[in-house]
């Protein structure tokens, strides 16, 4: 499929490029050419400029064209468990009602609750997932069914998975291109026994392969490891060589000096998830501090049992006005600062290279962000109003490896949403009614 | 207009009323019966039941009425100024962007962008507003035209307004019924002198009237009118009498216990607007202890020069989200308890007292929750899911005064949004252009 699209804000997110009116050419999975119209004026006249037959030209009707949001840290089927237990601290509710829940999960309903955070994801923009879940094959094929851009990521722990089966699930993801990659991990350093977690290193070695886990999200695990190894999770993660090839982790809530620097020292990715942890009371993460030591964060929603929704807006906004609370200072970060946690870093934290920017030769992964409506008005500064104004309300069009697979409200997953919720409803009423849970 | 709204799910947000399925019945302004399905089967086969001829039967297809959002402290027309200053604290961005700005307003431009706030009200289901800004016959315009419901409130200042003014729009606007209504305020005890402020409350007396103002959003605001006058700004009010006749406060971020005392005993409304506190970085309020002092609490969206936009979904989540942080617990406050606050604690804020619930005899002001959409899916707890995964594009319809004025992402407001946003980038163009704000 060759796509057109014209008539267009763009924000490439490359460095240095501001925002201007162009187009955007894409060929089957890939962009081809980013024009400003000017210089397509230009190019247009010469001779040898090739002509391509469109297969569709959209106008984009002055709305602005950007990358996709990538969710760096998510559990999709979690949406099973939205609003089913809130108001609980994180220990709690893992144990009394995530876990309970999850001994009664198949790989059938992973799939199907991955198929409903799918949708949820192209509503609110989001173009690439960083999963860590049971049954990744079930995230995996409601994946490559809708359309959806994922990388996997091991949740080791002592209770599932072996090492020998995340071994075989890296060589079968990473082997062909295609929507679908694998990351090593684990759960978290409280899930996981220390022999276990060598194992992990010594496959990350074995590989040359990063590594990712939830880390220091609660100020409770980070005493626990202490008192444990004499060592807070990332100091000791580093000291098992975990991090040789480098990799990232979730939340790093209570975070010292010392922790910041084994990510700066190893290049680790920090992925924040200022909506959970709000909810959960866990804490907020310093932003800015991890900026200003030049450790790049990226940003995630969690799953939909914690957050309780899978909404990058939200993510955006909080990820400003929690740090600016906590440093007490209303010019805390930036929009655009922040507008790149959500796109361009996330990429490089998933190791998505190729859908950090709008280039040509990256892949078409990207979204129309609908200004014709009162909360994009008057434009002042248009990173600003994203950030700090912006809702999935405003996501006019979701495109995925060159298809679109959401516009005007509308999906494009080869099955009707509809659909989707009926099934997940019947899933939902058959674990829970007469559970206790 | 006789308007039957069949087929949905309904929270009337009366005490003890779970949610259920059944009917609302509109003629003209009222709603005239709210029955479940059963108490309809019941009813229609009685003989004296009264036949209606309808106007309009919508089919709801199971989604979820409720009373609209009250938007208990706005300031309309400062969408003028969104995304134009953002990062700095509150008295720099006051003086060095918003005054000079405000300097060059005239009743024309707080009309046109008063009304581009009324489409952002609308698409994130506020059917009443609560406002306070220069030239509220401008605000008092753009709600009339386009069907609003309206509480204006003076800002009196040393700077704007009158005593002399203020007590002839007070007897202007109240003197019938509409859409628009008017209560006594001033702008916040740092802005006005105390002869002013004295002015105010015999005013207050001479009406019996409750007055509001903005109040201890930020420690430098409590610090110094502690070393001026010896008080905390709440406190410093009540020795002037200003609230023997009741009213309220915006933001309340630093109260001590006195402050709550004040409150408590003279029975005022607190009027939280996390969204802005935590993007000025001037802190999060106290909210359960409020309501363990059983002091009533609503939420406003305060202006969009601030926060940057008007959406009561991000405001709840927030109002959970922060005071989970406050009180570093994850249970801190309940969904339902933020429900109330969004709409019937807003209407009693604001004196809207036939607003706050659906009921025979209230006015219809009410929006329609679409369910259908993967945010909202499964459906463990419709409460939860609105208040912790609900955004604006839940928004299927905002009804005001027995009128529909969104419906399924269209205004019907007598003016196309087009226009509205082609007048206001106007404006903005003129008043911006080299002026070096």
Same mark, same amino acid.
């Given at each position: ?60 009707? =002055? ?10 840290? /998510? ?11 809130? =108001?609980? #601290? ?15 999960? /198949? ?17 609110? =923009?989001? $173009? ?13 094929? %409601? ?8 990388? !996997? ?33 684990? +759960?978290?350093?409280? $899930? ?10 010594? !496959? ?9 886990? +939830? ?39 209570? @975070? ?6 084994? @990510? ?48 990058? @807006? ?27 946690? %959500? /796109? ?29 409506? #009162? ?41 009707? #949403? ?7 409803? *019947?899933?939902?009423? *058959?674990? @829970? ?5």
């Amino acid at each position: 499929m060759n796509i057109r699209l014209y008539n267009a804000h763009i924000l490439t997110m490359e460095k240095d490029r501001e925002i201007f009116k162009g187009e955007v050419w894409i060929k089957n999975e890939k962009i081809v050419y980013v024009p400003d119209e000017e210089e397509l004026q230009r190019e247009l006249n010469t001779e040898d400029f090739p002509k391509i037959s469109w297969d569709r030209e959209i106008d984009c009707e =002055g709305n602005l064209l950007m990358p996709g949001f990538k969710n760096a840290h /998510t559990h999709s089927a979690m949406t099973l468990m939205r609003s089913l237990a809130d =108001g609980m #601290p994180l220990d709690k509710w893992l144990n009394e009602k995530i876990f309970p829940v999850e001994e009664k999960l /198949t790989e059938e309903e992973v799939y199907q609750f991955a198929k409903l955070a799918i949708l949820e994801y192209l509503s609110s =923009g989001i $173009t690439s997932i960083f999963d860590m879940y049971l049954f990744p094959e079930g995230t995996a094929r %409601a994946c490559m069914e809708t359309g959806m851009r994922c990388v !996997l990521v091991s949740g080791l722990n002592d209770f599932v998975f072996s090492i020998d089966e995340i071994e075989e699930k890296y060589n079968k993801w990473n082997q062909k291109k295609s929507l679908i990659s694998y990351k090593l991990g684990c +759960h978290a350093e409280y $899930t996981c026994s220390k022999e276990l977690l060598m194992k992990l290193s010594a !496959l990350a070695h074995k590989y040359r392969a990063p590594v990712y886990m +939830h880390m220091s999200e609660t100020a409770k695990e980070v005493r626990e490891c202490v008192n444990k190894y004499g060592m807070t999770p990332a100091v000791f993660m580093d000291s098992l060589g975990m991090f040789d090839y480098g990799g990232g982790a979730y939340h790093c809530v209570h @975070f010292n000096n010392e922790d910041m620097d084994v @990510f700066r020292r190893r290049r680790l990715h920090v992925i924040t998830n200022p909506g959970s942890n709000a909810k959960l009371a866990s804490g907020v993460a310093p932003i800015k501090d991890f900026l200003e030591k030049k450790i790049p964060v990226a940003i995630g929603t969690d799953g939909a049992a914690s957050n309780n929704c899978l909404d990058m @807006f939200r993510e955006m906004f909080l990820v400003a006005g929690l740090s600016n609370l906590r440093e007490m200072d209303a010019a805390s970060l930036d929009a655009m600062e922040i507008l790149q946690m %959500a /796109t361009a870093n996330g990429a490089k934290a998933m190791g998505l290279t190729k859908a950090d920017v709008l280039a040509k030769g990256k892949l078409a992964d990207l979204i129309m962000i609908d200004l014709h409506q #009162p909360n994009m008005q008057p434009i002042h500064n248009m990173a600003k109003n994203i950030v700090y104004s912006g809702s999935k309300s405003n996501v006019k069009m979701t495109m995925i490896n060159g298809k679109i697979l959401y516009h005007k409200g509308e999906y494009y997953v080869g099955e009707s #949403p509809a659909e989707i919720y009926k099934t997940c409803e *019947r899933i939902a009423k *058959r674990i @829970f009614e007469g559970s206790g849970i």
